[in-house]
């Protein structure tokens, strides 16, 4: 087995190694160890190594590093349409949840070494309600996953979704919608 050696940075990169069918390339994702920066609204910060981002075949696989601020991070509730996921818990405490076609809410806490899965689809999230930070490693079963935060997709859609349909759908009025739009628009 060959060894090597390359400077320590947050990007995914290639290693060429002799044989294999991409030409001996196989996919390094250093620092998934790092918590990284949560400085955003929901305190949490995803690095995913998939087919967009390498530009080149990943052996039909993602792998992804996520991290949550202590006492509240959240990778919040989202969808991956094409795969399923398999998480990895690093360091820290998370709580894990999915949403049945049937309805039903799964939940459980998982720590360090433990591994839950989000099956294809579903609705789902982490949160850490923990007293540190926490980080694990995910894996999709897809070289291109795809994402789609239900929040987001709802409320910064273009064009908008009309007020009428969220107000609706959400039992709520045409301000709050417009709050809820506002505080989730991107920030400039």
Not at 71 to 83: K, S
Not at 122 to 144: C, E, M, R, T, Y
Not at 146 to 166: E, H, K, M, R
Request: proline share 7%; net charge positive.
């Amino acid at each position: 087995m060959k060894s090597f050696s390359s400077p320590r940075s947050r990007e995914s990169e290639w290693i060429r190694v002799q044989g294999g069918r991409d030409g001996g390339r196989l996919l390094l994702l250093q620092g998934a160890g790092d918590t990284g920066r949560h400085n955003n609204t929901y305190g949490s910060l995803v690095t995913a190594a998939n087919v967009e981002k390498i530009r080149a075949s990943t052996h039909w696989v993602c792998p992804c590093r996520a991290s949550t601020s202590p006492q509240g991070g959240l990778n919040p509730p989202h969808t991956h349409p094409r795969a399923t996921e398999i998480v990895f818990v690093l360091e820290g405490t998370l709580d894990v949840g999915f949403i049945t076609t049937a309805n039903k809410f799964v939940a459980k806490t998982i720590s360090a070494g433990d591994v839950f899965v989000f099956p294809r689809g579903l609705v789902h999230f982490q949160k850490n309600n923990g007293d540190k930070p926490a980080s694990a490693i995910a894996a999709f079963n897809s070289q291109l996953p795809g994402t789609q935060s239900i929040a987001l997709t709802l409320f910064t859609a273009t064009p908008p979704v009309p007020d009428n349909v969220l107000t609706k759908a959400f039992q709520i009025g045409t301000k709050e919608a417009e709050k809820i739009k506002f505080r989730l628009a991107p920030k400039k």
